[in-house]
């Protein structure tokens, strides 16, 4: 067992669902679509302590059997996440409530604040934890089905504050979730 995946997976998580906002432009609303979505992201830790955590896990999946795999991934769908690549994407489901919401979805334990100007968002929020995390940055809307944005988290681990950077891409795969369930709020 990896020491530091539960810290990492649950903070993949609560990045994603928080960063996952919902689309406003000027004039007509333009939300994101409901569905399957694939976050893209890269995240780059100031002390490292990220980026190894997501390689021991990557590894340990690697040296699963294709049945330890499934079940892996069947317990990370039923929590509304599927990872795709390793560390690199993960997909979500969108219900059709959260993207007619006028606000993003965000996890539980968190709060969140969203300005919007055309279709740039700027987000701020703070979440209890463990670890307790805060961050900023931005979000821009290309269309409906894709997004772009960057963003700053503020961290703990093993009790030592951590800075990581964020960059993140959102692409629309399908209508249908398949076997990811929409993250429960």
């Not at 960057?150 to 891409?169: I, N, W, Y």
Request: hydrophobic letters at 35%.
């Amino acid at each position: 067992m990896i020491r530091t995946s539960p810290f990492a997976l649950r903070l993949l998580i609560a990045a994603t669902v928080v960063l996952s906002a919902p689309a406003h432009a000027q004039g007509a609303a333009q939300k994101l679509r409901p569905g399957l979505w694939e976050h893209g992201f890269t995240m780059k830790s100031q002390s490292g302590q990220l980026e190894a955590a997501m390689k021991k896990m990557q590894d340990a999946m690697a040296q699963m059997t294709p049945q330890q795999r499934k079940q892996m991934q069947d317990m990370m769908a039923s929590q509304g996440v599927g990872m795709t690549g390793g560390s690199q994407s993960v997909k979500l489901c969108l219900s059709k409530e959260d993207a007619e919401r006028d606000v993003p979805p965000q996890q539980d334990g968190c709060d969140q604040k969203v300005k919007r100007s055309g279709n740039v968002w700027q987000i701020t929020f703070q979440c209890k934890g463990p670890p307790p995390s805060s961050g900023e940055g931005q979000m821009t809307l290309a269309s409906p089905t894709a997004y772009t944005g960057s963003f700053v988290l503020l961290t703990e681990v093993d009790g030592k504050p951590e800075r990581m950077q964020m960059t993140q891409t959102g692409k629309w795969l399908a209508a249908d979730c398949g076997a990811i369930r929409p993250i429960a709020r």
